[in-house]
């Protein structure tokens, strides 16, 4: 008896099968051309039966079109990982995946590595989402020495000397983090803080840029000595937590900490309870997405909802363009974040 493996069916074996040519094989199983349903469903039961599966390389190779995408998150695993089960990603993922089916895409998910390098060369992709690289993002830089189609969800981190180069940024949707920095810090304001301290990753990423910023100029607007701290993301909520502790020790006066990490802000609210403070009544917090970790947080954090399936839908039309030949447009503005207030900030005077 035979151990070879049989030989995998070709278009031929199931035009022969089906009693049609192999032009109308394709055009049956493609949804092109004109295929009457008698004979579309004759080439789908040949198929079914020959176990035929398409050859989608050489479908690329032979119209040129597109037909996979990869989701890729730039930050490590100890901030998008964890309890939140990646939940940014996978929130983005959600619809990004639907948009691109709509648009007879497959998207991929890479999912977080420890070492934030994913190793690219294994993934048969014609374009890619990022979400808020930094600068010098490694699988950014692979993906454009390539020559394919990148979209980045957020502004990507500018590395040093690009201005000057005339390096341009890949095209981005817009989530303005420095909107979304001040909505925090005013609301944290408005409800008494007036010792508001800041805890930002410490990578070159534009959202940190942006928020570093915001929360400078609001230290300076309300004549507050700026009391901030930058971390290492690979510390993930440790690295909240011993941000806090030395900022709560070195100033014991802070009444609020704006976090928008949310990995860095579970850190923090465990820092804020083991000095024996309470959770609003003597130090608020609040953090940027409002994920699992806002959620479920003891007790829960104050947060902002970005719209990500906005986002998401924003981001794939734009890549879809881009795939197209059409790369007029290089950023599209993201929906306005809205404030989602609980019980981390419940306090006023």
Known sequence: MSTEPSPRANIKDVAREAGVSPTTVSHALNARGQVDAETRARVEKA?????YRPNRNAQRLR?????MIVLLSSMPFAVAGGPSRLGFLMEVAAVAASAALDRNLALVLAPPMETGRVPMELLDVDGALIIEPSAGDPN?????????????IGKPAEAAGSAESGTALPPYVDIHS???TRLLLEHLHAQGARRIAMILGSAQRNSYVEGQAAYLAFAAAHRQAPLLSLVDEAKG????RDAALALLAAHPDIDAFCVPVDAFATGAVAAVLE????IPEDVMVATRYDGLRARTSVPPLTAVDLH???????AIALLFDHLRGDTATRKVDGPAAQLVPRLSSARRG
Do not use: N
């Open 47 to 51: 198929a079914l039966k020959l176990g």
């Open 63 to 67: 119209t040129g079109e597109a037909h």
């Open 140 to 152: 950014m830089d692979y993906l454009l020495r390539r020559g394919l189609p990148v979209v980045a």
């Open 178 to 180: 420095g909107d979304t």
């Open 237 to 240: 909520e440790s690295g909240g």
């Open 275 to 278: 000095t024996g403070r309470r």
């Open 308 to 314: 990500l399936d906005e986002v998401a839908q924003q």
